[in-house]
């Protein structure tokens, strides 16, 4: 198994979680993979910014924050894939609700927040960090994305 990072706009995700049908997925190149310790955290943490990033305009347009879910998929899922950004691959794959390891989103309310123009929007949420979730807290974790969907008028 592969860890790998599924973009989903949150209030997407609030929608149809589990997705049934495949979803992108981005994970560390297979040089990347064999590495170990902080390296390969490192590798990992450029994939899950690289699915975040991937993310920005979607997010915008739909007024929900970016969700990236960090779930394991099998290895045959990324045979053959091409870099995307030096050390992190694309491929798409049906995620396994029970192989999610974290889900990590952009802090509602900063993203609330956010410049009103545009590119100074886009440029602040590629400077963010993302909050993290555990798998344990999926279940209110949509329903906090659903709630914000339908209060504070981020309804895409």
């Known amino acids: 198994m592969i860890r790998a990072y599924a973009p989903l706009v949150g209030l997407a995700l ?5 997705p049934v ?5 981005f994970a560390p190149g297979a040089h990347e993979r064999s590495l170990t310790g902080d390296d390969l955290e490192l590798a990992e943490y450029r994939a899950m910014t690289a699915a975040a990033a991937s993310l920005i305009d ?19 899922v990324f045979a053959g894939a091409a870099p995307v950004v030096p050390g992190v691959v694309l491929a798409a794959a049906v995620l396994d609700p029970l192989r999610v390891a974290s889900i990590h989103i952009d802090d509602p309310e ?14 602040a949420l590629m400077g963010s960090d993302l909050l993290w979730f555990s798998s344990d807290e999926v279940d209110q974790l949509i329903e906090l994305l659903a ?7 981020l309804d895409g």
């Open 21 to 25: 049908d495949p979803v992108a997925v």
């Open 110 to 123: 900063g993203f609330a927040q956010l410049p009103g123009e545009r590119g100074a929007a886009a440029a």
């Open 147 to 153: 709630q914000l969907g339908s209060d504070d008028g």
């Open 58 to 76: 979607e997010a915008l347009d739909a007024g929900s924050p970016r969700a990236v879910v960090a779930v394991d998929v099998p290895e045959a």
């Open 14 to 18: 609030a929608r149809s979680w589990p």
